[in-house]
């Protein structure tokens, strides 16, 4: 707790203009969520679950786009008066709440037109010709399940399952295309570094390992 308060009392450091912040260590990156903002105020506005991921990256998009690895870069910038080391800098400034500091990657669903209500509906009354297998780019699958009729119908109750499930996905990767009250499932892991959130805090938790219990 101590640790956290001196990063505060720096970070929140109000000084005249003559004063000598070289004795600030603290990087911009590492400022609580509080004292930083990332995003500006219309990031809200650009994500649309309706879409289901920011606009995809090209060489013509200008706004923040969802990349490949399922993040979007965004801008952070410190609140008023905190004094930081900024990217890229050396030495520590103070901030005025409307200047960039640094960028932070965000989480997003990157997809690229694929719909789930389209290919689960494909799966159920097309699946016995591999329908549902072209749509989502399985060629090699689809053309399999066209000829031996879904693998006698098997192979189409299980495509069925698989994509209801959200197991399968399309060939490039992406994620489908899910309308705002969709169902959207995650997929979730723990390891010996899960982090637990409980109210506003945060707790390590270390699992046992096998030689332990």
């Known amino acids: 707790m101590s640790i956290r308060l001196l990063t505060l009392s720096i970070a929140l450091l109000v000084a005249s203009p ?26 809200d506005k650009q994500f649309s679950r309706s879409t289901e991921a920011y606009e995809i990256c090209d060489e013509k998009t200008k706004a923040p786009c969802c990349r490949k690895n399922r993040t979007i870069l965004v801008e952070c910038k410190p609140k008023k008066d905190v004094v930081c080391i900024g990217e890229g800098a050396s ?13 932070r990657e965000l989480p997003c669903r990157y997809v690229t037109g694929y719909d789930y209500r389209t290919a689960l509906i494909l799966s159920v009354f097309m699946g016995m010709f591999g329908i549902d297998r072209f749509y989502l780019g399985y060629y090699a699958i689809g053309l399999l399940k066209f000829c031996t009729f879904g693998f006698f119908l098997l192979g ?3 495509d069925i399952i698989l994509i209801a499930t959200q197991t399968v996905g399309p060939a490039d990767g992406s994620d489908y295309l899910i309308s705002q009250y969709g169902p959207i499932l995650s997929k979730v892991g723990m390891e010996n570094h899960t982090f637990y959130q ?3 805090y945060y707790y390590k938790q270390q699992f046992l390992t096998h030689d332990e219990h």
């Open 91 to 103: 030495v520590p400034e103070k901030w005025d709440g409307t200047e960039v500091a640094y960028h």
């Open 18 to 43: 003559e004063s000598d912040y070289s004795n600030v260590k603290l990087f911009c990156k590492d400022l609580p969520v509080e004292q930083v903002k990332c995003g500006g105020d219309d990031l």
């Open 198 to 200: 409980y109210g506003s």
């Open 156 to 158: 189409q109750l299980v």
